[in-house]
């Protein structure tokens, strides 16, 4: 690149630095919120208005700032708490760079107002894209309130990137969620356009009994009472978690919650000595749902590893892995496996086949590309005990394929991706017009969802009608289940509607109306489907194959993975030497 060096101008500066602090809107609530707890905020208020890049405001009652100090909370590296480089290595507090309030205000139109106690008036000051529009005095109790506005009004680029107003919504429910926890002493309420969406009281009384305590605010106190309790301590590192049970767990890590020093944090290291202390009281595919709260020595932790504090280095991550699991594992290791069950002497493991078999219907071939599948098996010819001088027309290999022979040699089909095939394209025709049945269920079954589930699940409300679902809400976040899709055999509805939504919160992105129905569908389709493991009858076989065929495009579940490969005679005739 030719050309002299030269300085960015201050404001190119500004902006580039605000990119690097603040990625989303959610990224600038959380500084904010953050810097309001820092403030000693005992009651803390988010109000949004449509959307958080549109206008959000944290309203705190904490210490406040002086008038005459607000200018300087605006410039870049100004903080109340630093006083030296020492500082870094024993950090107290949740934000220490001083780089969010300026790094905000460049990339948006922000109002500070604040009032320290014992001053006659709060002071405000207003700025848009980093630059001072007005100034003054105005009413307010003590405390500070930042709103912010029209955020990336002057990095266009930034708005094409951002995600749909609704996922930044639920992931700000996660948001106050985790730091709900990390702060029972607190008081959380949010607004949403004019309405309460949630108010969590501050609780009294301090370790896991205030924990537990905020967890039944969040969660329902029957979800509450079911959670194991840890708490041990070795070489000054401190743990206390929540643990859910077994059958609490997710298909995805969003159940896990980590808050070390009073930050909520993200730790892979963290995730992994959980899991260990789980050990096979979960299949593979799924992940348990747990909060846990660390308290270590501030030099003993860097939380100066990642431009938003999303992550922290321990001085000694084996000691803290090991503490973490030994802990957890107490308290698991003494109840069973809710999973397995007895039938006939044998033991199966979680295997339910997820479809209903049917009757085959249509001629007794059917030909796609070329596959000539042969007539429905011989009745009463079981899959593992084939009639003397005979084979079974269908074969399940390790519990995972299914091998059809056809016309010149065999088909092997992988059950999970040709089952989601089949029910990603039934989904999409029932949300596209045809409305799925729901089978009652018996007994009514109640899940308790977290919020940010919850807030989906309103938002997906009549597309999940549409695919069979019949759900009433109890009360937040709490849902019953009075029938599930027609032709659906699983033994935990309440599950399986946590897992599909965990599945729709993994999708990001401006998406139109018409993308969501592919989105749950595929979803849809990836829980509800068999897994590898699942036995199979004969019936169920041969169920599998017709409807694979009969879908439009076999080849290949929703995710582009293939659901079938056909092996030739031919390619057998010359491994084995003949002619």
Known sequence: MAGSIRRLPPETASRIAAGEVIERPLSALKEI???????????????????????????????????????????????????????????????????????????SRLRLTSRPAGAEAAAFVAL?????????????????????????FNTPARRKFLTSPTSELRAALR????????????????????????????????????????????????????LLEVEAEREGVKIEALLGLPEH????????????????????????????????????????????????PPERLDVNVHPTKREVRFADEDRVFSLVSAACTRPLSQIAPPFTVVTGGARETGAYP???????????????????????PAP????????????????????????????????????????????????????QGEHGVAQQLLFPALVDLTNDQFELLLELGPYLKQLGWDLSLLGPPTVVIQGVPSGLRHERPGQLLQDVLDGMNESTGRAPDEDLS?????????????????????????????RLFATSRP?????????????????????????
């Open 33 to 107: 919120l953050e810097n309001a707890l820092d403030s000693g905020a005992r009651s803390v208020e988010v109000r949004v208005e449509r959307a958080l890049d549109h206008l959000f405001a944290v309203a705190d009652d904490g210490t406040g700032i002086r008038a005459d100090e607000l200018d300087l909370a605006l410039e870049r590296h100004a903080t109340s708490k630093l006083a030296s480089l020492e500082d870094l290595d024993r950090l107290a507090s949740l934000g220490f760079r001083g780089e969010a309030l300026p790094s905000i205000a460049a990339v």
């Open 128 to 152: 848009e894209g980093g630059a001072a529009t007005d100034r003054g005095t105005a009413a307010r109790a003590p405390g500070t309130t930042v709103e912010v506005a029209d955020l990336f």
């Open 175 to 226: 948001l106050l969620e985790a730091y709900a926890l990390a702060f029972p002493q607190v008081g959380f309420r949010l607004v949403v356009d004019g309405k309460e969406r949630l108010q969590w009281p501050a609780v009294p009384g301090t370790g896991l009994t205030a924990r537990r305590d905020r967890a039944s605010e969040l969660w329902g106190a029957r979800h509450a009472t079911q």
């Open 249 to 296: 767990a997710r298909a995805t890590r969003e159940g896990q919650i980590y808050v070390v020093n009073g930050r909520w944090i993200q730790s892979p290291m963290l995730g992994a000595a959980l899991r260990q202390a789980y050990g096979n009281l979960l299949p593979p595919g799924r992940f348990p749902a747990a909060t846990l709260w660390l308290t270590v």
């Open 354 to 376: 997820a479809w209903t078999e049917r009757v085959r219907e249509g001629p007794p071939e059917q030909t796609y590309l070329g596959l000539e599948l042969p007539g429905p």
């Open 380 to 431: 009463a010819r079981p899959a593992t005990a084939p009639a003397t001088g005979a084979e079974p027309e269908l074969w399940q290999l390790h519990q995972t394929y299914v091998l059809a022979p056809v016309r010149g040699g065999l088909v092997i089909i992988d059950q999970h991706a040709a089952h989601e095939r089949i029910l990603y394209e039934e989904a999409l025709a029932r949300l």
């Open 518 to 546: 592919h989105r749950l569908a595929a979803s849809w389709a990836c829980h509800a489907a068999s897994r590898a493991g699942d036995p199979l009858s004969q019936e169920e076989m041969r169920s599998l194959v017709d």
């Open 555 to 579: 080849h290949g579940d929703p995710h582009g993975r293939v659901t079938f490969v056909r092996l030739d005679l031919d390619e057998l005739h010359r491994r084995f030497g003949r002619a």
